[in-house]
């Protein structure tokens, strides 16, 4: 993570911007009154969704049960109607 103050952070915004964007590497802004945290938008919706299937009760158990089966017991993504 990158850390920066706001000062330098509005001298660069355009290439941290890109840097965050291209490589989802976050940034830390410093300001008096707090800090804040620059994510790319790949990043935030995967976030978002981590929490999302955190939040259904069992479901991580399930995934984590799935990725115990062995490969032959699973169906064939052809034969899965989407």
């Not at 509005?10 to 964007?21: A, G, M, N, S």
């Not at 259904?56 to 115990?68: N, T």
Request: charge should be negative.
């Amino acid at each position: 993570m990158i850390n920066i103050n706001i000062t330098n952070f509005r001298k660069k915004i355009y290439e941290l911007l890109e840097q965050t964007v291209k490589f989802n590497e976050p940034i830390n802004i410093s300001t008096k009154n707090g800090n804040a945290v620059l994510l790319s938008e790949e990043d935030y919706n995967s976030l978002i969704e981590t929490l999302y299937i955190e939040s259904i009760p069992k479901l991580k158990e399930k995934i984590l049960e799935g990725m115990e089966e062995p490969l032959e017991k699973c169906a064939h993504e052809d034969e899965v109607e989407w």
